[in-house]
Structures are given as structure tokens and as C-alpha cells.
């Protein structure tokens, strides 16, 4: 996982943006009106009062909200705006393997909190851009396979108290339990290790750091089998590079040798974010760390990559 400035992406949204959104609250509101009235007249046809009719009535506009807003869904039409963020790398799990025609997370559900019965979702952030992340259909969507499961999907476990926000006016300080790349503190939160897998940085298993970490790798599916192999490999390779390298810096080859060139250009576009063919830059990076402290040319790779 790496971090995601959202300075960054703001200056870069349309500019039209606010005006848009706008337009499309007009919409969704105009269609929850619509709804109530309706529901509003179908419980003066069938006698409901008192709790059963605010009941009758509350799901209507819950019904009409969430269609509307899934027929606007705005956040499509940044999907290639927040994908240049990452190189088209998902902010999650730093695949570019992105396998979805509509690849954005609301960070905070829009439909519903898995978590918190009866919680309608955080729908008034539905079209807030800061509540946007790119990921790809396995960190994104529930699933399973024969050793994982995960997708985020409706959840967003918090630690309480204080408790979830349920609507627009309420202030809770949430503490969510979900690792954020938007929250470069975070980030720094999830290792990796040698057999590919994610994991906890901090140990005490009992802190914020380790429990976050540890529901994020559940619920983001970052050790979705081929996936963590493919860390693996890449942990490998690093590996290789490294002892290539100094296999023939020990050999007295010339450092503008293009053997040495090259060990040095492939290890640097495996640690880079920008660089657009490679992915789990982060797991690259954490690897080749392994080897700084008694490789001056490692140091010098991870200050200047």
C-alpha cells in the first residue's frame, strides 16, 4: 500500500466538479422526494400511523435514495483521474492488475456498514471525491478461494466508542480499523515477508498498529494465494539481483559496466511507484531494505528510487 495525496488529486479535478456534484444531489433529492410523497399517500390508503408509517415511509426514501445514486454514480467519471494517482495500480493491494469496468471503493460504504446493523451507509458522501479509492475486484469485491477470504465490499469496522456516523449530522471522531492509503501513517502500518505475504509491522498484537493491519490483509484480500506468490517471486528476484550484483562488483567489474547497469535499472523500476510496468512497489522496496545495511550501492538505490 502506498500513499495517495489528495492535495494532489484535488488540483487536478475538473473543474466543473462541485457544479456537477451539485446537479446530481438535485437529482437524487428530487427522486427521494417523489418517493416520500408516494409513500406518504400509500400509508393514508392503508391506515398506517405512528412508528409502522415512519417505518413504511423511511424505507421508501432509503430505496429511492440509494437507486438514484446508483444511477448517477459519479464516481465513475473520475475512475481515470484516480487511477493516474497509482500509475492505474490499485491503492490497496498496488496491482495493475485492475480486472473491473468501474474499480472505485467508497472508502466509507455509500449502501450500508456491514458492521453496524441498521446503518444506511454513508450515502451523503456517495459523490465526495475524498471518500474515492482506486482499487482492483479482489480487494474490492467479497470472495473466496481455497486458502483466503476477503473484499471489502460493505464493511467498515471502526474502534468504538466512539461510535459510527449515521448521518450527515453527526460528528463522531471515527477510528476506523481499515488501513487508509490516503493516511500516509498508515501506510507505514503493513510489511511484508519473505514467503510473499502481508502482514502486521508492529508485534504487540494487542495495538491499533497490529489490529488494523491484520483486519485490513482480511478484508482487502491482500493474501489472495497467487497474489502473495506473486511477492514471493518478486522477493526472489530481488534477491537474485542483489547477489548478481555483487558477484560482480566483487569480480572487479566497472561500475558503468551494463551488467551492473542493468541489475541497478531493474531493481530501481521494481521499487518505483511511477515506474508503470511493475507492481507491489511497496513489497519491493521492504525487500531490497533487507540488503541496505551492508550494501553501500543498495543505500544509494533506495535514496535515489
Avoid at 112 to 120: L, P, S
Wanted: hydrophobic share 35%.
Amino acid at each position: 500500500m502506498r500513499f495517495i495525496d489528495q492535495d494532489e488529486l484535488e488540483a487536478d479535478l475538473p473543474p466543473d466538479w462541485e457544479d456537477t456534484v451539485k446537479a446530481a444531489w438535485e437529482y437524487v433529492n428530487g427522486k427521494v422526494a417523489e418517493a416520500e410523497q408516494a409513500a406518504e399517500a400509500k400509508a393514508d390508503e392503508g391506515g398506517l400511523e405512528g412508528a409502522a408509517r415512519q417505518q413504511f415511509v423511511d424505507e421508501a426514501i432509503t430505496k429511492a435514495r440509494k437507486k438514484a445514486i446508483a444511477y448517477k454514480s459519479l464516481w465513475s467519471d473520475l475512475a481515470e483521474l484516480l487511477a493516474e494517482q497509482s500509475k492505474r495500480k490499485c491503492w490497496y493491494c498496488e496491482t495493475n492488475e485492475i480486472r473491473s469496468d468501474n474499480p472505485i471503493d467508497h472508502f466509507r460504504p455509500k449502501g450500508k456498514v456491514a458492521e453496524c446493523d441498521g446503518h444506511a451507509g454513508y450515502w451523503w458522501l456517495a459523490f465526495d471525491w475524498q471518500n474515492f479509492r482506486y482499487a482492483c475486484t479482489y480487494c474490492n469485491s467479497r470472495r473466496v478461494d481455497e486458502e483466503t477470504a476477503g473484499g471489502k465490499q460493505d464493511h467498515f469496522p471502526l474502534f468504538v466508542p466512539p461510535d459510527w456516523n449515521t448521518c450527515e449530522a453527526d460528528d463522531n471522531v471515527e477510528r476506523p480499523m481499515l488501513l487508509d492509503p490516503v493516511e500516509e501513517g498508515d501506510c507505514r502500518l503493513l510489511g511484508f515477508n519473505e514467503n510473499g505475504e502481508a502482514c502486521p509491522v508492529e508485534t504487540d498484537k494487542e495495538s491499533e498498529g497490529f489490529k488494523k493491519a491484520k483486519k485490513s490483509i482480511e478484508l482487502y484480500h491482500l493474501n489472495h494465494k497467487p497474489t502473495a506468490r506473486a511477492r514471493k517471486t518478486l522477493y526472489q528476484r530481488i534477491r537474485t539481483l542483489v547477489s548478481s550484483t555483487n558477484e560482480l562488483i566483487a569480480q572487479g567489474i566497472d561500475e558503468n559496466s551494463e551488467a551492473l547497469k542493468s541489475n541497478r535499472k531493474e531493481l530501481i523500476r521494481l521499487i518505483r511507484h511511477e515506474t508503470k510496468s511493475t507492481k507491489f512497489n511497496t513489497a519491493a522496496r521492504i525487500y531490497l531494505m533487507q540488503f541496505k545495511d551492508e550494501n553501500a550501492w543498495v543505500r544509494d538505490i533506495l535514496g535515489r528510487a
